[in-house]
């Protein structure tokens, strides 16, 4: 309901607040969302963009934070690239400078963190702690590389953060709104307004308007970038599909070979009922082998270490399967014991195993007859695949070698088809019939990124449609339609644009008069014009509130208009503009609503802890000191956010 307020607030800190989200972008890896790009190989040597006390920020920090940003982005639009990250690089090398502060602040006051601490962020890396619940320095460097991040890198990061939560946010979270602070904008919410609306569409202002020829062209002239026809192609495609090696099959030797390698699949086989314990600790591992020879159901042997039935049925496995699993040493121990046996503790990378023979059966095998048809299937398949790929290699060659599309379709016996002249999306301006085949969409994208001069290419189809060969044949660039091709276009925009004038210049008069003791009816009545009747609106400033960010503008215009007088804005949707004239404004008064208060009170308290946050970064700053090498900053900017020339 206060939602206005929210963003009230938000225009008097919002700058302050997009540092803590930099900073935390920059510190957020941690969460498991970041994808990094290369990080440092290309970097230019460090250089300072400024420095905290004795903190610096170098032109290597702020390549690598870019770097995470883009691959962010990227997770939601695969084509962003650095040039479209351009307004964040300030905000971003302010969180740099913030954190660096930070530390900085920390250093000068001895408030140190112990390695212990960060150890123990480092544990909570997903994949850093092993089975045993131990870290893992294993899964540590596979974070690392995975990341593209050295132990220092990581370090930072985490004593960045942890200092940022240890001395902004106690700051921040202690944030508390005073009644006297909240009850005049509570007030404010009672507010009630009376006010009328009128509406001067533009309709009534578009009959007998007729441009004549010189008009048009002047018209047509000024705004030639409306009426751009976008660039069009003539695409030539030549589909390599299936077809093309309809004759490959697979032999009965081959067929036969496969199923004689693959008797893991077809062969009969050996199939137990297991239940397995894996722990940690060789004697507990040791006490469940006990409880369980003497006796007690394998469950209940295992319970004293934690773990229930869920953990320890495996059911029915094959030793194919439970020797990828557990390893060759568990599996030859577990199919060397008979049904009822209790086998273990075997120790394996996985820890000390406990296993329980709990049945045994043979799975009859499948005969080569019955199943000579689906491998042939698959062989086929496959080979089906691989002679396309092969013939794909082939056309590749022919055209690195210099031939042309036409020659290399013809040596491989493809279809050519040409589309007409077609645009980006695969529209025919002069066909409007005509819809580009939606299976070639991946030849279409990249027939408009090769130039005609390029050698044609080869794109792969979506759902195993097979390849198609792709060149552009004819290219008109993009230029302004001719008059004559859009004239009912350009006529209907110049009435429209005049219409717009006149009907702007109509709802001025209407206002310009309705001041003072003037109705807004009176006013819209006498100016002769039969327009869609006066509405008079009574509302408070709290179900405004209540509309959240579909408030319509009139009256949001009359809550920003003073008792008696009057405002002009443009309506919904370019339908004309409408005049507002407040008569009567009832001041609220909340001090008998205390719940009305309250909740304002909670509505303040969050851009409150931002404020405080962004004053504590201040000062701390201010503290430090800080230091900003402007050109050496302009420098860097340009060359990350800058399209390469």
Do not use: C
Not at 483 to 493: C, I, N, P
Not at 627 to 643: C, D, L
Request: aromatic share 6%.
């Amino acid at each position: 309901m206060l939602s206005s307020f929210r963003r009230m607030s938000k225009s008097s800190i919002g700058t302050g607040i997009i540092g803590i989200v930099g900073l935390l972008i920059v510190i957020g890896f941690a969460a498991g969302d970041l994808q990094s790009l290369s990080l440092g190989s290309n970097a230019l040597p460090a250089s300072d963009l400024a420095k905290a006390g004795s903190q610096e920020v170098s032109d290597r920090d702020m390549s690598s934070t870019m770097q995470r940003r883009l691959a962010q982005v990227r997770q939601q639009n695969p084509e962003a690239t650095y040039a479209d990250l351009a307004g964040d690089f300030d905000p971003l090398l302010q969180g740099l400078i913030d954190q660096a502060a930070i530390q900085a602040f920390a250093d000068k006051h001895g408030l140190a963190l112990s390695k212990r601490l960060v150890d123990a962020e480092i544990a909570n890396i997903p994949g850093v702690k092993g089975l045993n619940g131990q870290v893992s320095t294993k899964g540590y460097q596979a974070f690392l590389a995975q990341q593209q991040l050295t132990d220092r890198e990581v370090r930072g990061f985490i004593s960045g953060s942890l200092l940022e939560r240890l001395m902004i946010t106690p700051a921040a979270t202690s944030a508390r709104v005073p009644i006297g602070m909240a009850t005049p904008y509570a007030s404010m919410l009672l507010e009630q307004r009376q006010g009328q609306v009128a509406l001067v569409p533009i309709s009534i202002f578009e009959a007998g308007l007729n441009p004549t020829d010189a008009q048009l062209q002047q018209y047509y002239t000024a705004n030639r970038s409306r009426y751009m026809v976008p660039e069009q192609r003539v695409l030539k495609i030549a589909p390599i599909s299936d077809d093309l090696v309809a004759n490959v099959s697979a032999s009965p030797q081959e067929v036969e070979a496969y199923y004689k390698a693959n008797q893991d699949i077809y062969g009969a086989k050996d199939i137990r009922t297991i239940s397995q314990a894996v722990v940690p600790d060789p004697k507990v591992a040791a006490g469940i082998a006990q409880r369980a020879k003497s006796g007690q159901s394998f469950v209940e042997a295992a319970k004293p270490a934690g773990l229930g039935a869920a953990d320890v049925a495996l059911g029915e496995v094959t030793r194919s399967d439970f020797t990828g699993n557990f390893g060759d040493k568990v599996a030859a121990a577990a199919w060397a014991a008979q049904p009822g046996d209790v086998v273990g503790p075997i120790q394996s990378p996985l820890g000390w195993h406990v296993i329980k023979i709990e049945g045994a059966k043979t799975q009859p095998g499948k005969s080569l007859d019955s199943v000579r048809g689906e491998i042939s299937q698959k062989l086929t398949a496959d080979k089906r695949k691989n002679a396309l790929a092969d013939l794909v290699n082939k056309i590749e060659d022919q055209l690195d070698g210099g031939a042309s599309f036409d020659e290399a379709a013809r040596k491989a016996g493809l279809t050519i088809t040409s589309t007409p002249l077609i645009t980006g999306s695969g529209e025919a301006r002069g066909d409007p019939s005509y819809k580009f085949p939606a299976e070639f969409a991946p030849a279409l994208k990249s027939g408009f990124e090769i130039a005609p001069t390029d050698e044609p290419v080869v794109e792969t189809l979506p759902d195993d449609k097979g390849f198609a060969l792709v060149a552009s044949a004819q290219v008109v660039p993009a230029a302004p339609a001719p008059l004559q091709t859009v004239r009912d276009k350009v006529k209907a925009d110049w009435v429209h644009g005049q219409a717009l004038q006149k009907a702007q210049a109509f709802a001025k008069a209407i206002a310009a008069k309705a001041t003072g003791k003037t109705s807004l009816a009176d006013s819209a009545k006498a100016a002769g014009k039969a327009l869609p009747p006066v509405q008079t609106v009574t509302l408070r400033r709290i179900q405004l509130s209540q509309m959240g960010d579909k408030v319509p503008a009139p009256l949001r215009a009359i809550f920003s208009t003073a008792a008696g007088k009057t405002q002009v804005g443009p309506a919904p949707q370019n339908q004309g503009f409408f005049v507002v004239k407040v008569d009567k404004i009832v001041p609220g008064n909340a001090l008998n609503q205390p719940g009305l208060i309250s909740e304002v009170q909670n509505e303040f308290r969050e851009p409150l802890a931002q404020e405080y946050a962004q004053e504590l970064i201040a000062a701390i700053r201010q503290g430090v000191g800080v230091r900003r090498n402007e050109s050496a900053i302009a420098a860097t900017r340009k060359r990350i956010t800058s399209p390469a020339e």
